[in-house]
């Protein structure tokens, strides 16, 4: 799969030690992180404003991240409602050598919110 060269991910970060549990495996608390932050960075964009991740449906893993690895994540629209977005994130590995991986792909919901934490509408786009 080499997806990187069709697409310009929202996020890249390579794997290092520091994500490792105490078997040296990168931990899933890891990449969690990851895909909250490049799936925020794209709601707030759209939302204008800022927003809390409310859902995030079951993933698997279909591949392990290696220390070392290149981790892409790349984030589509799938719903804009009046307060909520709904994307769809992928994320691939690509390896030392070279090799792209499929790790997990999963759904995840924002909520836009104003100072006090409450739900608010969208901005409409200008």
């Known amino acids: 799969m080499n997806t990187s060269q069709a ?8 794997a290092l030690p520091s994500s490792t ?10 990449l969690m992180g990851q895909i909250d932050m490049a799936g925020s960075m794209v709601a707030e964009r759209l939302s204008k404003g ?3 991740t409310v859902a995030v449906n079951a993933f698997q893993f ?3 991240i290696q220390v070392g690895d290149t981790v892409s ?3 589509d629209t799938l719903r804009v409602g009046q307060k909520s977005l709904t ?8 390896r030392l050598q070279g090799e792209e991986v ?20 969208l901005s409409k786009a200008d």
Not at 87 to 94: G, Q, S
Not at 102 to 121: H, Q, Y
Request: aromatic letters at 10%; one cysteine or more; charged letters at 15%.
């Open 21 to 30: 549990n105490a078997y040296g495996q990168v931990q899933a608390g890891w």
């Open 87 to 94: 994307f769809k994130i992928c994320v691939l590995a690509e």
């Open 102 to 121: 499929l790790v997990t792909e999963v759904i995840v919901t924002f909520v836009a919110i104003d100072s006090n934490g409450k739900s608010r509408l």
């Open 73 to 75: 994540l790349y984030v």
């Open 62 to 64: 279909a591949a392990p």
């Open 7 to 14: 697409r310009i991910p929202t996020l890249r970060v390579r």
């Open 50 to 52: 800022p927003v809390t």
